[in-house]
Structure formats: structure tokens, C-alpha cells
């Protein structure tokens, strides 16, 4: 294992393959802004390219790409309230507001510095980890994943910004809309309405450009007529520094995220979403200045970013010790190792070690690469938002157009896109937030088959109560559910009592 790893240290800093490992970096940030181009799309597209290369170059430039995507999604989440990927979903919350109070330098600061400490993170905990950590996501069957829906699910108690009632209705609308398509247990077809191409089910990012996007372009034609509501980004002397000062000053708020993204990477199937929503719902209930997060503080950006950057490494986890892709972007990270004629398993570590770790400490240095080019970027980019809306706004419809068509190549998938633009706006001026529908849509089908597949399970044993309630993680994610569900509550009828103190005395 030492030689492996100090032959490693030096491939790894082999100057050709460092450059095409900056490249791909580089190019993943570029797909990953992009509204509708998801790193499992850039992954896709760059896998035959790899064909020529030998396998530590692959798995570098892949690996550059895979990281550098993830981090892109934030540029657009941050500048026009759009996540480049589903894992920037949290990053709005946060990102936009501070986009139009004019600090969109800083939210993009924090997301690269961030990005950099979860991205490292998990890559240190792939590094050192793995074996133990993929025995524990075995453990994983339908109950607990049910379990896990239903604490995700109480996330909509923190993303419900002024009526929980709205968040939980908000909440149930996306539990409906998760369950478009055939039914995964049964085959039954519901609410497709004769359209074959709605079989599937909802595109996860076309609904997330419609429900974040086009609101904010109305937003926009809106704001041509009061031109003093537009946001404009003006160049400031310290930023970077300030910014990565106030983060190192919260080396709590970095670790807890970036743990909580290398647990949900770990366990298959969950995603950075998941991963970014848990943690920031978790940034807030540590926080003394809850009512703060969504009005634009870098703690919201920060928790999001380092939870979905060391999601990645997270789901490595599974994919290099058993062959069990814990994302879709994984999946096709096996399918390159595949091509490369090597099988996940103890012989990554033995036989093939020099590649393995090759590949590993590589992942720790594309950590740092993404981070240096988004702290020397974020200045530049941030001009984006200085284009007159008149450019702005058309550049933001033709790119959420080209991204909802290029998913599945399907120009229903447009239709479905601004139809739920025009639902997000409606519901926005309503006094709706878009994160409970969204959260309400990824949790659906995980909550669903967990459910269904734990109900089998209990009538082939004869118990339900044993299969719900009785295994240790079941038990452990229970009793997450009624924390979080207790303490918005508790913390509500404190903060009541004091305003009845205050107003006594």
C-alpha cells in the first residue's frame, strides 16, 4: 500500500496529466453552469474520448470533470437563481439573495472555498475510508431508505419561509408530482394523460429550471420597468479574503456539511440534492441566527457547497469496494473503469493499486484545482449580472430552452419546463417557496419504493412492526425525524414566550 501510494504521488504530478486533469476541471465547471448539462451528461459525452488514453489518464480527466461540474452548478444557482445541477437546489436559498444585494462576488467566493474544503474532505475520507464505510451502506434496505424520505421530508419545517402551512402543502404537491409515470412496484400508468414520453415520470432538472428559472425571468421584465430593483455587481477590494476568513472562523458549519454529504454519497440512490437540502436544514438548526438563512448569509452557500462537493467522494465509496454506484455520475464512472478492463473490488487495491491511488490522489489535487480556478473567476464572473436585462433575460430563456431539449432530446420537455415556470411564478406570488415542492418531488420515489418494498418485506415475515421499527438504523433515522420535527417547534414556542417577556416588561 505505501509504494503504491508514493508511486501514485508522483504520477499524479506527471505535467501532461496534470493539464488534462485541469482541463477537465475546467470543462466540467463550464457544463455544470450551464442550466439542463449535468455532470452525468458531461460524464456520458466523455467517456469515448477516453477510449485512447490509458487508465490512470482517464480516470484523472474524468474524475477533474466529475468535480469540477458539481462546483459549476452554484455560478448559475448564485447569478440567476437557477441550479446548474439538482445539487445546487440549497445554493438559491442563500446564493441569489446575496446576487441581488449586490455580494455576488462573496456567495461565489464561499461556494469555491467551500466546494474545496467538502470536495477534499470526501475525497480524504475515499482515500482512507472506504472499506469500512461500504459494509455500513449495505446495511441500507427499503425501510431505511422509507426512513430516510420521511427525515428529508421534515427538511420543509426550514425551507418554509413564513407559513409552514404553504411548506407542507408545497411539500404534498411534490409528493404528487413524483408519483407521474409508472408506478416502480406494480407498473400501474398514472397522470401521464396519454403522453408516452411522461412514462418516465418528471425530468428532476427540467422541473427545477421551470420552478427556479422562469420566475426569475418574469422577475426580470418586471424589474425593466423599475430599473432600481436590479441588482449590479460593483468590483470591491478584500472580498476573497474577508469572505474565506468569516468561513475559517466556522470550521463547524464546514465539517458538519461535508460529513453529512460524504454519509448521503455513501448510501446509493440519494444523491447531492439530498445531500445539500440535509445539510442545510442542519446549518440552520445549529445556527443562533436562524431567521437569517434565506435572506442571503454565506452560511446557507457554504453548507450547501461543501455537502454536495463531498457527496462525490462519498459515492466513490461503494463504487470502487463493490461495484455499487452511490449517484448517477458514479454509474458512469464504473462504466469507465469497466472499458479500462478493471473491476471495483479488493483488487483496485491490490492488483491495480498504482492506478487506484493514481486516481485518488487526483481527486484530492482536482479538489484544489476547482477551488483556485473559482476563487480567480469569481470576480469575473460575477459581471454576468451586469448585462442589461434586455441581453440577460433572452441569454437566460435560450439557455434553459437548450437545457430542458437536451436532457432526453424532447420538446415536451420544453412545454413541461415553462408550464411549471408559469406554476413557480404564480405560486412565489402566493407566498409559495419553490424548495418544499422541489424536496417533495426527489424524496417521492425513494420515499414510495422504500414504503412498498418495506410492506412486502413485512407480509412475507409476517410483521410490520418488526420491519419498521425494529432494525437499529430504522431506529436511529426515527429518531432523527422527531428531532427535527420537535425542534422547529420547541424553538417557535421559546421565541413566542420571549415576546410575551418582552412585552410585559
Known amino acids: ?48 474520448f477516453t477510449f485512447a488514453m490509458d487508465a490512470t489518464t482517464s480516470l484523472m480527466v474524468l474524475g477533474g470533470v466529475y468535480v469540477g461540474s458539481m462546483y459549476g452548478g452554484c455560478i448559475a444557482a448564485i447569478l440567476v437563481n437557477t441550479p446548474g445541477t439538482p445539487s445546487s437546489i440549497a445554493t438559491t436559498f442563500d446564493g441569489y439573495p446575496m446576487t441581488k444585494k449586490g ?14 474544503v467538502g470536495g477534499v474532505f470526501g475525497a480524504l475520507v475515499l482515500l482512507f475510508l472506504s472499506p469500512p464505510l461500504a459494509e455500513a451502506a449495505l446495511k441500507f434496505g427499503p425501510p431505511e431508505y422509507f426512513w430516510l ?14 407559513s409552514v402551512l404553504k411548506g407542507l402543502m408545497g411539500g404534498a404537491l411534490g409528493l404528487l408530482l413524483s408519483t407521474v409515470g409508472i408506478a416502480p412496484i406494480g407498473g400501474d400508468m398514472r397522470f401521464t394523460f396519454g403522453f408516452y414520453q411522461l412514462q418516465a415520470g418528471l425530468e428532476l432538472i427540467v422541473v427545477l429550471i421551470g420552478f427556479f428559472c422562469i420566475p426569475e425571468v418574469i422577475n426580470m421584465i418586471e424589474k425593466k420597468i423599475n430599473p432600481q430593483d436590479v441588482a449590479t455587481y460593483k468590483p470591491q477590494k ?14 463547524g458549519l464546514l465539517l458538519r456539511s461535508s460529513a453529512i454529504g460524504t454519509f448521503v454519497g455513501i448510501v446509493p440512490g440519494a444523491g447531492g440534492n439530498i445531500a445539500s437540502l440535509m445539510a442545510y436544514n442542519e446549518a440552520v438548526r445549529f445556527s443562533k441566527e436562524k431567521e437569517k438563512f434565506g435572506t442571503g448569509i454565506i452560511d446557507g452557500v457554504a453548507a450547501s457547497e461543501s455537502s ?12 470502487l469496494t463493490l461495484g455499487i454506484p452511490g449517484a448517477a455520475p458514479a454509474a458512469v464512472m464504473l462504466g469507465a473503469l469497466m472499458i479500462q478492463g478493471m473491476r471495483p473490488g479488493p483488487e483496485l487495491y491490490t492488483t491495480y493499486g498504482n492506478v487506484t491511488y493514481t486516481f485518488l490522489f487526483s481527486f484530492v489535487l482536482a479538489n484544489i484545482i476547482m477551488f483556485v480556478l473559482g476563487f480567480f473567476g469569481s470576480r469575473y ?11 440577460l433575460a433572452p441569454l437566460v430563456v435560450f439557455l434553459t430552452v437548450i437545457g430542458s431539449y437536451a436532457i432526453r432530446n424532447n420538446m415536451l420537455d420544453v412545454g413541461i419546463m415553462v408550464f411549471f415556470g408559469l406554476i413557480g411564478y404564480v405560486t412565489k406570488k402566493a407566498g409559495f417557496h419553490p424548495g418544499p415542492i422541489v424536496l417533495g418531488l426527489i424524496l417521492g420515489p425513494i420515499a414510495e419504493n422504500g414504503l412498498v418494498q418495506s410492506m412486502l418485506m413485512g407480509k412475507a415475515s409476517g410483521s410490520m412492526f418488526a420491519v419498521f421499527f425494529t432494525r437499529p438504523i430504522s431506529i436511529v433515522l426515527i429518531l432523527f425525524c422527531l428531532i427535527s420535527v420537535a425542534v422547529p417547534v420547541i424553538s417557535a414556542i421559546r421565541a413566542r414566550k420571549r415576546k410575551e417577556e418582552n412585552a410585559n416588561a
Do not use: Q, Y
Request: charged share 10%.
Open 1 to 48: 500500500m505505501t509504494e503504491n501510494m508514493l508511486f501514485a504521488l508522483g504520477n499524479v504530478l506527471d505535467p501532461l496529466k496534470f493539464l488534462l486533469m485541469t482541463l477537465g476541471v475546467a470543462g466540467g465547471i463550464i457544463v455544470g453552469a450551464l442550466p439542463g448539462l449535468t455532470a452525468t451528461m458531461a460524464l456520458a459525452l466523455l467517456v469515448p
Open 103 to 116: 455580494k455576488a462576488e462573496h456567495a461565489l467566493v464561499a461556494a469555491a472555498f467551500s466546494s474545496g
Open 149 to 162: 424520505a420521511v427525515f428529508g421530508l421534515t427538511i420543509i419545517a426550514t425551507l418554509s419561509t413564513g
Open 238 to 251: 478584500g472580498v476573497a479574503r474577508s469572505v474565506i476568513m468569516d468561513l475559517i472562523k466556522k470550521p
Open 308 to 319: 454536495n462537493n463531498a457527496e462525490v467522494g462519498g459515492s466513490l465509496v461503494p463504487l
Open 381 to 391: 464572473v460575477a459581471r454576468v449580472i451586469n448585462l442589461p436585462i434586455n441581453i
